[in-house]
Nanobody
Framework: QVQLVESGGGLVQPGGSLRLSCAAS????????MAWYRQAPENRRELVAT???????NYADSVKGRFTISRDNAKKTVYLQMNSLKPEDTAVYYC??????????????WGQGTQVTVSS
């Protein structure tokens, strides 16, 4: 059993900041790529940022220069620091991780999602 639990969402004014966290737990042998996705109402889920187990990062053009993804491998946790937030960043944010479990199986896992609302 593997779980991803997100935290840190909420309501923030335009121009503000939030930090999301996602902690993995369970029968984990290794975690490869970790990522953040988001889904706004009536939109498709879109990739926000990824980070490899070596620390290489990629970002959607819409968040480059404003968001920073990082991870703590010892804590099995990925973070998303979001600065200069805009109303169009409003969405449910989901973390995702490619995990090899202790029985040798590799699968994609998802968190339950955390709401981020940017509004004055």
């Amino acid at each position: 059993q593997v779980q991803l639990v997100e935290s840190g969402g909420g309501l923030v004014q335009p121009g503000g900041s939030l930090r999301l966290s996602c902690a993995a737990s369970g029968s984990i042998f290794s975690i490869y790529v970790m990522a953040w996705y988001r889904q706004a109402p009536e939109n498709r889920r879109e990739l926000v940022a990824t980070i490899s187990n070596g620390g290489s990062t990629n970002y959607a053009d819409s968040v480059k220069g404003r968001f920073t993804i990082s991870r703590d491998n010892a804590k099995k946790t990925v973070y998303l620091q979001m600065n200069s937030l805009k109303p169009e960043d409003t969405a449910v944010y989901y973390c995702n991780a490619q995990i090899i479990t202790t029985n040798g199986r590799m699968d994609d896992y998802w968190g339950q999602g955390t709401q981020v609302t940017v509004s004055s």
